[in-house]
């Protein structure tokens, strides 16, 4: 038998390992794209026939407003896969075998939010396709629903180190799921979504300010009808940095505690 | 391998505490390289967190060890690159197939790509998994799945490989083959450090042995160590006749020297000899007198005996909630 102990591999070469296999597994139960494609497709449709005329007088009107949000929504809603997953792996015993190894301790969750990635971009191709086929027309190109796109992955996957800090305390992959709605559903619902948020009261339109989620629906309006504000870029940044900062840690803190 | 460390594994005063729980309560060990040392004990006897301090999962609470020399706090990650350990439930991904699994952990042990494909073939065929490379592992059977866990611990051959009740929940045949590639294992020069319930998987299999209860090292030996720590073997005489069976235990008594027990059964006499030689001599006597035998067994006591006597109950709880997991976990 070989007896050949290769160098480790590097942080880099590790976590994209981890990624192969978070798409493997992508490939091997597809089912799991199925609410990725069908939540936002369902959300699109449901809020632009359903309520764009009454909210803004015509659902052509409103689709321009409401699709680069329920981008956002669609995405965000996704992230909680990240934790359920993990949470899953730590159950069965597989984390076991790669905490056991010498490979550089964040890879595999560095990977499987790389690979979280493709399901955001499947889940973002699908919300543009069909909103161009309903009548979505970006004034900012593709260069500027690309850069939404983009901006929109950076804040997926800082948001996704909250779950994964979830994923490490939970008991069972459905409380993580429970616990992921119960921040999510406020976090998408109170914002800019849906409705311009002059309507609501004081102390709701007061954390509706607050929320990075409006900041970054602001922000993708902006890119793809070509109407960006630096300023919300730089506070979707911001928030992405901060929720890195504070969640990174805890994570690899959780990660490496024994079990 | 590195033939210089003569010992796999030395511990002295291995303590580790869950809450009010003393899970591993002062081990020593002491286990020689090459060779399978087998852990025997009931379930929450603590054998499970005994491996798995040695392997670094847990920081011990009291207590030191060296594993390969290394000690297993402050040179972990050289106890790591030279130790794999087989946790009791499948570890690998049912999602992927068997291929996927090997060639996962060969890339993340630092094998290109093709190296990572050639190993996890030649482990494949090793293990009689070829056939089913290319089908994911949740369509495996038990003992597939477990043979695949074997695999993928080795993917770069260990020093030193723990192997947590490797055949809890396989039927005989795939225990079986989970024996041969324990053997295998040894036979590339691996220490292999086991942990089971089962006696005679520890009676078949390892060298030598220490019984865990209760967080405590018990017994250790061979074993026949155990065996006659335990006392004499027993022996049980089966007659054709039941009218002589008064006069068969008045020669037996005077042949062995010791007290011939009437069993239950009426044609059946039993004794507790610890001298093979006389038992001998005392069926002859018998045929001499024209009595005659059906049935003679000579046995030394099963491990289960000595489990019973050192720790004062039975190896194997009756009913246990690990069984239904195992259960579920095969299916």
């Known amino acids: ?259 | 391998m590195s033939s210089h460390d003569a010992f796999a594994i030395e511990a002295s005063g291995l303590v580790k505490t869950f809450g009010e729980v003393r899970a591993v309560d002062g081990v020593d060990l002491a286990v020689r390289t090459g060779g399978v040392y087998g852990f025997l004990g009931p379930n929450g006897a603590g054998k499970t967190t005994a491996i798995r301090l040695l392997a670094t999962l847990l920081h011990p609470d009291g207590g030191t060890a060296k594993v390969l020399g290394h000690d297993i706090v402050r040179e972990a990650d050289a106890v790591r690159s030279r130790v794999s350990l087989t946790g009791q439930f499948a570890s690998v991904d049912e999602d992927l197939t068997g291929l996927e699994n090997l060639v996962l952990l060969g890339r993340l042990l630092g094998f290109s790509r093709s190296q990572a494909r050639a190993r996890a073939g030649e482990l494949l065929e090793a293990f009689d998994l070829a056939d089913a490379a290319d089908r994911q592992v949740k369509n495996f059977s038990g003992g597939m799945q477990r043979r695949l866990d074997v695999a993928a611990s080795i993917v770069v051959t260990p020093d030193l490989i723990f192997l947590d009740e490797p055949t809890t929940g396989l039927d005989p045949r795939s225990r079986n083959q989970v024996w041969d590639v324990i053997r295998m294992l040894v036979a590339g020069g691996t220490t292999v450090l086991l942990t089971t319930q089962y006696l005679d998987e520890a009676d078949q299999l390892a060298d030598r042995i220490a019984i865990i209860d209760h967080g405590k090292i018990i017994a250790e030996g061979t074993g026949g160590e155990l065996k006659a720590s335990v006392g004499a073997g027993a022996m049980r005489i089966r007659l054709h006749d039941l009218a002589d069976r008064p006069e068969a235990q008045r020669v037996l008594t005077q042949t062995l020297g010791v007290p011939v027990e009437l069993e239950s059964d009426p044609l059946a006499l039993s004794a507790r000899v610890a001298d093979a030689e006389r038992v001998a001599d005392a069926v002859a006597g018998l045929s001499r007198t024209g009595i005659a035998v059906t049935d003679f067994s000579l046995g030394q006591p099963s491990l289960d005996e000595v489990f019973l006597t050192l720790t004062g109950h039975p190896a194997e709880p009756a009913d246990d909630i690990n069984d239904d997991v195992t259960e579920e976990d095969v299916a």
Request: hydrophobic residues 55%.
């Open chain 1, 1 to 259: 038998m070989s007896r050949a102990r290769p160098a480790r591999p590097g942080p880099f070469s590790a976590s994209l390992t981890f990624g192969w296999r978070a798409v493997l597994k992508i490939k091997h139960v597809p089912e799991q794209l199925f609410d990725v494609t069908m939540f936002p497709v369902m959300f699109l449709l449901l809020f632009t026939y359903l309520f764009g005329g009454a909210l803004a007088g015509s659902t052509s009107d409103y689709l321009q407003d409401v699709l680069p949000g329920i981008l956002v929504m669609a995405v965000a809603m996704i992230t909680m896969y990240t934790g359920m997953t993990l949470n899953t792996d730590i159950q069965k015993g597989v984390f076991d075998r790669f905490r056991s190894k010498t490979v550089w301790r964040p890879a595999a969750l560095v990977g499987a939010l790389l690979a979280d990635a493709v399901r955001y971009m499947i889940a973002g191709l699908v919300v543009i396709v069909l909103g161009i086929a309903l009548g979505f027309r970006p004034d900012g190109g593709v260069i500027g629903v690309l850069a939404a796109v983009a901006l929109l992955l950076v804040f997926a996957f800082s948001l996704s180190w909250i779950w994964t800090s979830i994923g490490l305390i939970a008991r069972k992959p459905e409380s993580v799921m429970y616990m992921s709605m119960m921040v999510l559903f406020p976090l998408t619902f109170i914002s800019n979504v849906f409705v311009d948020p002059t309507t609501m009261p004081g102390w709701l339109q007061a954390f509706v300010d607050v929320n990075p989620i409006t900041h970054l629906v602001t922000a993708s309006r902006g890119l793809m009808h070509g109407s960006v504000e630096l300023a919300e870029i730089g506070f979707v940044f911001a928030a992405s940095a901060v929720l890195v900062a504070v969640f990174g840690p805890i994570t690899m803190r959780l990660y490496n505690r024994e079990r």
